[in-house]
């Protein structure tokens, strides 16, 4: 019996149509059952299917367009476009399995599934999914380790090219001591990044930056995460994230002393807003600013815990959010931002001592992984920031929550970009263990079981990547209005990076709990990436939920 041919582009289309039919169902169920939007927190879970539902739509619109691109331009082959129907297949398949858990609390039944999935078409969603297909794209990784190489145009192929260098290089030789040694980031890492121009690539060139748009700056956190998240992925977030408020909400003589030595690598930066008893509930910040003179010099001391504050120790600035206004009914309308000097440190603890009494002192939190960077408990205590340092000036005097979001929305999107370089990383070491160990007379990349593994890992990696790269893009165009896509990617692809990095542990068997392999490191550091710059469920119901049930 003859095997039918592997789905193709045109059949990738016709089963997003019938999941864009089911999902328009759920949306509009969604809207009647929350009050667009005003009951969500009474309907959590039929809300989570939605907004994780809406986002597999996205990529799967993503990855088509993306691959439309290519073949227009002549540069995509049959195995990129096999991994784009696998990769819609696998993106429908979660989204329908996901409607059809809620249609009942939705009120849209199994009607609504059926007519969206009547035979023909889930007939067809199977042989998108088929043992094939993934097989097929899965020999493809055997044979080439791996390798990304998604086409892209010839400057973006250079930054890849040139940053992917420099990471294997510099980085990569680096990488498990530092891991295991609980190392600082060396600061020949922060001289040669700055030198090549990584600090910039989102700084305006009249502020010292390059200025080569959000792709990328994605491609370069993608290739420095492949080779470590915590000692080189993660270095360029920071900066960014406080660059963004600077160019949303600071002065002008804030943007002109500041933004250049964020681009040079001059200062490193710390974020400053989650504490102890506050997580994700940002407008919940107790740390106070209140305004004082101190020898002379207008300004605010700043009193109370933070938590959570990545590269506080090594630092010169902390971008830290807090509530200027002393009445908490206020809520987010009462904080305000501000970039706060300190010296910097190398060690797990610190203290920083002014002269007029102000103290902040540092304890680094011990974590599995993300190591490198060090992420710190602060207390403040009388600590004074000059009133020029208050982002945005008086005029901005609570208005640090607006600031800080559009910062997080930047850093949602560097997220995205860090959880498909690890992925990526986990894949070629997966593809090259698999080649070279032997079980039972011959190599596992035989085994037709991890064929169809490496094939699913590519799949899942295919679609976070088209739906990251479609949110930089967007964020050049309108940084404001892409908000809520560069969410979908850091959702999407935080859980790509975890599903992937464990699925390349259990192939290296016993030897992927062991130190000695890069995949221990690489699956302990994405089990991180779901939680910070807004942990999951909080995006999937207060950022992607809402704002797809209240449009």
């Given at each position: 019996m003859k095997t039918p041919s592997h789905p193709t582009l045109e059949d990738a289309r016709i089963l997003l149509e019938a999941a864009t039919s089911l999902l328009e169902r759920a949306i509009a169920a969604g809207k009647t059952l929350t009050e667009a939007g005003k009951l969500i927190d009474d309907h959590q879970v039929a809300t989570e299917r939605i907004a994780y539902a809406t986002t597999e739509a996205v990529a799967a619109h993503e990855i088509i367009i993306a691959t439309e691109g290519t073949q227009s331009e002549g540069r995509s082959n049959p195995i990129l476009e096999l991994t784009a129907v696998g990769?819609?297949?696998?993106?429908?398949?979660?989204?329908?399995g996901r409607l059809s858990d809620s249609a009942d609390e939705l009120?849209?039944?199994?009607?609504?599934?059926?007519?969206?999935?009547?035979?023909?078409?889930?007939?067809?969603?199977?042989?998108?999914?088929?043992?094939?297909?993934?097989?097929?794209?899965?020999?493809?990784?055997?044979?080439?380790?791996?390798a990304n190489d998604y086409p892209l145009d010839e400057m973006h192929e250079q930054v890849r090219e040139q940053v992917r260098e420099f990471a294997a290089n510099e980085i990569l030789p680096h990488a498990e001591h530092i891991h295991r040694a609980d190392a600082l980031v060396p600061e020949e890492f922060i001289r040669n990044m700055a030198e090549l121009g990584f600090f910039g690539l989102s700084v305006p060139e009249e502020y010292g930056g390059v200025e080569m748009g959000n792709l990328a700056m994605i491609l370069t956190t993608e290739e420095l995460s492949r080779a470590s998240l915590a000692a080189a992925g993660s270095l360029i977030t920071r900066p960014e994230i406080l660059a963004k408020a600077l160019l949303g909400g600071g002065t002008s003589e804030q943007k002109s002393h500041w933004l250049p030595k964020l681009a040079s690598g001059e200062i490193m930066v710390g974020i400053s807003v989650t504490e102890p008893d506050i997580g994700s509930n940002v407008a919940g910040v107790k740390c106070r600013a209140d305004r004082k003179a101190v020898d002379g010099v207008d300004g605010w001391v700043i009193n109370g815990p933070k938590a959570w504050c990545t590269f506080a120790g090594r630092a010169n600035v902390l971008a830290l959010l807090a509530r200027t206004d002393p009445d908490p009914s206020k809520g987010a309308k009462g904080l305000s931002l501000f970039i706060v000097p300190k010296d910097s440190f190398t060690g797990h603890d610190f203290e920083c001592l002014q002269p007029g009494g102000g103290k902040m002192s540092g304890k680094a939190d011990a974590t599995p992984g993300y190591r490198?960077?060090?992420?710190?408990?602060?207390?403040?205590?009388?600590?004074?920031v000059a009133a020029e340092n208050l982002v945005g000036g008086d005029a901005a005097e609570g208005k640090g929550f607006r600031?800080?979001?559009?910062?997080?929305?930047?850093?949602?999107?560097?997220?995205?970009?860090?959880?498909?370089?690890?992925?990526?990383?986990?894949?070629?070491?997966?593809?090259?263990?698999?080649v070279g160990r032997d079980q039972f007379g011959q190599a596992i990349s035989e085994f037709q079981l991890t064929q169809y593994t490496l094939g699913r890992m590519q799949i899942k990696l295919a679609g976070a990547r088209a739906i990251t790269y479609a949110a930089a893009r967007a964020f050049d165009e309108d940084e404001r209005a892409a908000a809520p896509l560069a969410?979908?990617?850091k959702l999407l692809a935080c859980d790509v990076a975890v599903e992937v990095t464990q699925q390349g542990q259990l192939m290296h068997g016993g030897w992927g709990y062991a130190e000695e392999y890069p995949i221990s490191r690489y699956v302990v550091d994405a089990a991180v990436l779901p939680i910070f710059e807004g942990v999951k469920p909080i995006l999937e119901l207060k950022v992607i939920g809402r704002a797809v049930l209240s449009g």
């Open positions: 990769a819609v297949g696998n993106l429908v398949a979660g989204l329908r009120g849209i039944g199994d009607d609504a599934v059926e007519a969206a999935f009547p035979g023909e078409i889930r007939t067809l969603l199977r042989r998108a999914n088929s043992e094939a297909l993934a097989r097929e794209i899965g020999e493809h990784i055997v044979s080439t380790r791996g490198g960077m060090h992420s710190f408990t602060l207390q403040f205590e009388d600590y004074f600031l800080q979001m559009a910062g997080f929305a930047a850093g949602r999107l560097q997220t995205g970009g860090r959880a498909c370089g690890l992925a990526q990383g986990a894949l070629e070491e997966t593809a090259k263990y698999v969410a979908q990617a």
